[in-house]
């Protein structure tokens, strides 16, 4: 059962999250219905003895086997440019964060509401607590509000870092000398955990990212006290 869980998506924390699962379940579905469907002809194929000997062409099996992939293909292309179209686009976002990528840590920085800024280095193993994780718990988490619109800008000092957090669907490259930007919006409260996902040096796989994600009363009241 382990296994399995292991091979399967994690469970959404965002609306862009749960249409980028939709749209994998949608496609996974098509690719199912043609395997089978090209297999069982193959079968049929190698264990039948039918034979035409004056068949030259067919030209309606030809138009039928050319016009059905090409709806097949619009019906993928569709939802895949409308998921496009929704993960680039900003909505009047409530609270805009800087991410900024280093060898090997984050640093965030609040400017919305006061110059807060502050450096995410993850908790080495030797000194974890017991509700920490090893190698993905961090000593300073990004703490955000829920139902919230968020606008992440992301950039780096030093190599190409990528900022992802599967739960969420984002993945976003951190180059240096440019920003990017993209935008998120949580639906339920709890730790989200990512890490680089991009082979930024010898201890690329030592950069977690921790999402907290609480009550807007208690973001502010965090903002406050920091």
């Known amino acids: 059962m382990t296994t399995w869980k292991?091979?399967?998506?994690?469970?959404?924390?965002?609306?862009?999250?749960e249409?980028?699962?939709?749209?994998?379940?949608?496609?996974?579905?098509?690719?199912?219905?043609?395997?089978?469907?090209?297999?069982?002809?193959?079968?049929?194929?190698f264990f039948n003895k039918f034979t035409h000997r004056f068949l030259l062409d067919g030209q309606m099996?030809?138009?039928?086997?050319?016009i059905i992939p090409a709806v097949i293909l619009i019906l993928i292309a569709l939802p895949s440019l409308r998921l496009l179209y929704i993960l680039d686009e900003n909505f009047n976002p409530m609270i805009s964060i800087k991410t900024i990528g280093h060898q090997w840590y984050w640093s965030y920085e609040y400017s919305d509401y006061k110059n807060l800024e502050f450096d995410s280095y993850m908790i080495p193993s030797n000194e974890l607590n017991k509700f920490n994780f090893r190698v993905?718990?961090?000593?300073?988490?990004m703490v955000v509000p829920f139902n919230c619109q968020i606008r992440m800008?992301?950039?780096?000092?030093?190599?190409?870092?990528?900022?992802?957090?599967?739960?969420?669907?984002?993945?976003?490259?951190?180059?240096p000398g440019r920003l990017n930007q993209t935008n998120f919006n949580l639906n339920r409260t709890g730790l989200f955990f990512g890490q680089c996902s991009?082979?930024?040096?010898?201890?690329?796989?030592?950069?977690?990212?921790?999402?907290?994600?609480?009550?807007?009363?208690?973001?502010?009241k965090w903002i406050k006290n920091n």
């Open 153 to 175: 800008i992301v950039t780096s000092t030093d190599v190409i870092h990528s900022w992802t957090i599967p739960t969420l669907g984002m993945k976003i490259d951190g180059t």
């Open 61 to 66: 099996i030809e138009m039928i086997w050319t």
């Open 19 to 45: 249409q980028l699962m939709f749209f994998h379940d949608h496609t996974l579905m098509i690719l199912v219905i043609i395997t089978t469907l090209v297999g069982h002809m193959l079968i049929s194929m």
């Open 136 to 141: 993905l718990d961090v000593d300073n988490r």
């Open 6 to 17: 292991n091979m399967l998506l994690q469970d959404s924390a965002s609306p862009l999250m």
């Open 198 to 220: 991009e082979i930024c040096g010898a201890n690329h796989s030592f950069m977690p990212i921790v999402i907290e994600s609480v009550s807007p009363k208690y973001f502010l």
